[in-house]
Structure formats: C-alpha cells, structure tokens
C-alpha cells in the first residue's frame, strides 16, 4: 500500500499548494451552510484505449481514498479505435464493462458513440451502469434511444444538474456515418443550451458535459455565464492549466485515457464560491489495479485479432503512407481504375516495420464501412476530388491508380494516371468507402453499387496475397 499512500500524498500536494490557509472546511453532507467541496474526475475521448485503464483505475482508486464522494465523468468518445474492443461481440462490451468497474457516473454522447448502428447504441446504454446524456439529440417516440438531455440530483447535500451536448458538423450532424443516424436529428449546441437556463435557479452547481470541441466550449461560455463549468471533449485538447473563460471554468483532458482533470467546485450558500482543476498524468502510475488488468488481459487473449497476415519490409511513417496501401488494396480487390480513401478514415498515424496482424487492420479503419463502386467520367472524378478535398477540410484524399495536385484556389485539379493518359471523357470505375459515399457529392454515369465487402476486409485479403509490404515514402497528392 506505500504506492497508494505516495500517490495520495502527491494528489493532496497538487491539489492543495494554490491554496489558501484558512480554506473552510469541507461540509460533511449537511447542506451548504458551511462550505461544502465538489470533486470530480473527468476524461473524454478514451477511444478504447483498454490498456490504459489498469492504471487509471489504480489513480481513480487512490484518489477516492482522498475524496470517497469524487465523482467520475467521461465527456464522450468512449469506442472506436482499437479493434479489441470494436470488433467484440457484443460491441464495444469491454469498454462499458470498464468503466462500470471503475465507477462513472455520467457520460455525454460523442460522435463515435453512433459508430456501431442505433440497436447497438442502445446495448451500450442499458449495459452501462451510468446514463448518456445529449440535449441536442432529438429521438423520435418511436426510436428506443435512452439517451437524457440532463439529469440533476443532489450530492453531498447539493443540489447539482449536469446538461450534455455533441459537436455538429457544417451539414448538421455529428462526425459519424450518415446512415446511422438516420432516425434521430440534431440542433447546434449554441441554439439549445440557452433552454436549460432554468437549471440555474433550481440547483447550485451546474455543468455542460461537453463533446462540442474546446472552441464551441469557449463559445458557450460567453453566450451562458450561468454555467459554472464545462468538462469538454472532441478535439483531443489537453488543457494544461484550466482556467475561467467569462467565469466559466472549462476543462479537456487530451486523448486515449493519457490524462484526467481533477475539478474542485467549492460551495457555499447555494452558490459556486471557488473553482480549481489540475491535470494528472495517468502514465506517472506505477501501480496497477489487479481486478482491472485481469479484465483487461482477458479481452486482449484474441487469438483472431493477433493473426500475422503480412509483413512491412520498412515503417508506415506517415498517415498517407497508410493511406496509399489502404486505397491499393481497395482498388486491387474491387477491380478499379482509381480507389479513395478519406484521410479521417485512416486512424493511426504510422506502423511499426515488422509483422501486420488482422488488429492492426481494424486499428488502422475501425469503421466497418462497405466499399462502393461507381461509374465515372473522367470530369466527374475530378469534380469528385474537389468536393472530397472541401470535404476533408481542404486535405486531399487518399488515392491508388493516380497522382493527382489541388490548385491553390481549390478549384482545380490536375491527374497524372502511372503510365497511361487520363481523358475526361472516358468512363472509369472508382472505389471508396460507404462513408464516402454519404458525405461527398457525387456526379457519376451509374447510381453506384455496394460491393458487399468493407475496406478491413479488402485490406485483409490485399495483404494476405502480398505477404510483404513497402510503402517507404510514397505520396501521392500534392
């Protein structure tokens, strides 16, 4: 027990060096006639990173050995990104299983919550021992969906409500696949939030639980200085020192269980009278908590996932490198003139030389999208790099079959094919994903087919017929 007593010891350090001798003391669930102090410990964006959670329970543990009434949020993001998890049935069960063990408490909706289809959602929610929030997520009575827009309850004698929202991209819905969020619609956090004012009057602390990203989070603070806080997600920002944006202390906690953000409210008379957060570094614990990792290790003994299918003759050291092997494969096994590939889908940054196994497939596109196949002019698969490069934020997509160089006006392309002329007026067939397909304005001579195969699974039997790989350096867009 002398690692738990160093680590609370270091805690009580950090919490405690800023501030004041004469801090009253602590209310023992009397109220908020003396002052009372609200602890929380927050994270987002865990995207499956199991392997962290050993640890972090161990400093979730320790810190309750300080603060027995800390609670435990996830501002979203919790799946997607390690196949261990993503590719278990049922999905994303060890996620959930996880943080149940490690006790959270709430937990706003992110964008890659909608990752699996909505029955799977669902799953997720009645396993969970803790409820997802998400006030801008409208459910139609017919969609068994039990997400809450807030909950409020009291906790050491005060009164709190914590209200949750999702980011929305420029077209309106969250950064998943279109089609899984069909029957549901959403409405900008910035229009909805102002509805739940109310809260204010009725509780003495309250919250945003935040998937919106830091700068929506600042944005908010300015139109709701109501809030007393907001524990944000989504842009994977690690905000080193918390601090008060229009009085509105907003916290993030980076990515993948890395870091965690102990926040102190101090209350008194019913209002918030002090505000504090420090970050703590999950990889500075030294201990594991042994229930967890046996847990954790049980979900990695997948014999399927640990298959070596290939081999990387050098490293993967750049996203695009990744990208062109992903887009080759697609286009080998579909039979394509030219395949693409959207550089969101592509989630790890480089891979190590050596053996490629099935869980490096399904961490490299964790999103079991079909590929699909359309019929093009070769105008129209110009006019299709356009719109995929103001899609991808002004990044050009992944491509195989072709190089190709957006004009610095963005408006114009020029296409290189290895060792052929290209025509705009030939008809090619062009390969991409299904999320593609929903998200990029397509002109073509067909209606476009599903192939019936997702892009892991071309990967898959792409690298299985090459055994060795070398993608050293290639590019392929400008």
């Excluded at 005060?158 to 420029?170: Q, T, Y």
């Excluded at 052929?420 to 998200?439: D, G, R």
């Amino acid at each position: 027990m002398l690692w738990v007593l160093a680590l609370v010891a270091v805690v009580l350090y950090l919490v405690l060096r800023n501030q004041p001798e004469s801090q009253p003391k602590q209310a023992e669930s009397q109220g908020t006639t003396d002052e009372t102090e609200i602890v929380i410990l927050s994270v987002n964006d865990m995207h499956a990173s199991i392997d962290q959670f050993p640890k972090f329970a161990a400093m979730v543990d320790s810190l309750r050995a300080v603060y027995p009434d800390m609670l435990l949020f996830s501002a979203g993001d919790n799946r997607t990104g390690n196949p261990v998890n993503d590719q278990y049935e049922p999905v994303n069960y060890p996620m959930i299983e996880l943080m149940n063990r490690t006790g959270f408490d709430l937990c706003t909706v992110g964008n890659h919550e909608w990752d699996a289809n909505i029955v799977n959602f669902q799953n997720d929610i009645e396993r969970a021992s803790f409820p997802f929030l998400c006030a801008n997520v409208f459910i139609p009575d017919t969609v068994n969906l039990d997400i809450k827009p807030f909950v409020a309850f009291e906790h050491q004698g005060v009164k709190m409500a914590v209200v949750g929202m999702i980011e929305l991209r420029a077209d309106g819905i969250p950064g998943a696949h279109p089609n899984n969020l069909k029957k549901v619609s959403f409405k900008r956090a910035q229009k909805v939030l102002p509805d739940y004012q109310y809260l204010r009057n009725q509780n003495d602390v309250v919250i945003l639980l935040s998937h919106c990203g830091l700068d929506d989070d600042m944005e908010l603070a300015q139109a709701n200085p109501w809030l007393d806080a907001i524990i944000g997600g989504h842009t994977h920002t690690l905000i080193e020192h918390p601090s008060e944006t229009n009085g509105v202390l907003i916290t993030q906690s980076g990515s993948h269980l890395r870091y965690a953000t102990l926040v102190k409210l101090r209350v008194k008379d019913h209002k918030v009278t002090g505000k504090e957060a420090i970050v703590l570094n999950v990889n500075n614990v030294t201990k594991e908590n042994k229930e967890i990792k046996q847990l954790v290790d049980s979900f990695n003994d997948a014999p399927a996932l640990n298959e070596a299918i290939a081999t990387a003759k050098t490293k993967f050291a750049t996203p695009e490198e990744i990208g062109c092997m992903m887009t080759d494969a697609i286009r080998a096994v579909s039979g394509a003139d030219f395949a693409f590939q959207n550089t969101g889908g592509v989630r790890v940054k480089s891979l190590k030389k050596g053996p490629i196994t099935v869980k490096d497939v399904y961490s490299i596109d964790p999103f079991n999208n079909d590929v699909v196949m359309y019929e093009m002019t070769g105008e129209q698969v110009k006019r299709f790099i356009l719109n995929s490069y103001r899609k991808n934020g002004g990044f050009p997509s992944y491509v195989s079959g072709m190089t190709y160089k957006v004009g610095d006006d963005g408006r114009s392309v020029w296409v290189d094919m290895d060792g052929a002329s290209f025509s705009t007026k030939n008809i090619y067939k062009v390969a991409f994903n299904s999320y593609m397909a929903s998200t990029v304005t397509i002109e073509s001579v067909d209606e476009g087919r599903s192939l019936f195969k997702t892009s892991e699974e071309m990967m898959i039997e792409f690298l299985r017929k090459q055994k060795v790989v070398d993608y050293q350096g290639i590019t392929r867009t400008e």
